[in-house]
């Protein structure tokens, strides 16, 4: 079975462009988490979505948003791009509800703002 | 406020134990995560402790202390692959978000 796949890998844009970053989670899973990683530090939690439904969402300007498709699958924006958004951008997926409500991460797309 | 702490850096060798500590403070707590991130790839899952005690799991086993904020990861038979950052997660309970400390990077020299 396939994992958590995201595209683009990489991304390089110039400051106040706008991106579009896209996340398919494991086949079955509901659930779709935004993190940001900036080099050194853990995930910072921006989005979470269930069932098309925004679940969560972190502090993060509104610049940053989200969505998530009847197919689960799911698109973070971020418009009006500033240099210290610079980072490897995570998609995890999971099964909410459960006890162990472990969430798979995919392999990120990594974004350099110039 | 929500605040996870752990060392920055820690060096073992091949073959010996570690033991990496995490302490947190969260406004609601559910359980703890382990992941592993190795560099330039994504966290993958090794553990989860949702009642006290220690979980063991191969090479791997995790502690939970709920009353004192506390857990940690032990590691025995260190092997070079097992270089990596070992992040540890707070589950919030109400609504199963993670907060993450900034992960713990382990040097396994010869």
């Known amino acids: 079975d396939a994992g958590v796949t995201q595209s683009p890998t990489h991304l390089i844009k110039t400051r106040g462009q706008h991106v579009t970053l896209r996340c398919s989670p494991i086949s079955g899973h509901k659930s779709v988490s935004w993190y940001q990683q900036v080099l050194g530090q853990g995930p910072q939690f921006i989005f979470q979505y269930y069932e098309k439904e925004e679940r969560g969402r972190g502090n993060f300007p509104d610049r940053f948003s989200a969505r998530q498709f009847p197919n689960y699958s799911s698109e973070l924006n971020v418009n009006a791009l500033l240099l210290g958004d610079s980072a490897l951008y995570l998609c995890?997926?999971?099964?909410?509800?459960?006890?162990?409500?472990?969430?798979?991460f995919g392999a990120g797309t990594r974004l350099s703002v110039l | 406020g929500q605040n996870i702490d752990q060392p920055t850096e820690m060096t073992a060798t091949e073959g010996a134990i570690v033991q990496i500590n995490c302490t947190y403070q969260t406004s609601g707590f559910n359980g703890l995560f382990w992941y592993q991130q190795h560099a330039g790839e994504a966290p993958t899952f090794l553990s989860y402790n949702v009642l006290d005690g220690l979980e063991e799991k191969g090479r791997f086993s995790s502690f939970l202390s709920r009353s004192k904020g506390y857990s940690y990861l032990l590691l025995k038979e260190l092997q070079m692959k097992d270089s990596a950052s070992y992040l540890c997660?707070?589950?919030?309970?109400?609504?199963?978000?993670?907060?993450w400390g900034a992960g713990t990077k382990l040097i396994i020299k010869p």
């Open positions: 995890a997926s999971s099964i909410p509800g459960q006890i162990k409500n472990i969430q798979y």
């Open positions: 997660a707070a589950e919030l309970d109400s609504n199963y978000q993670l907060i």
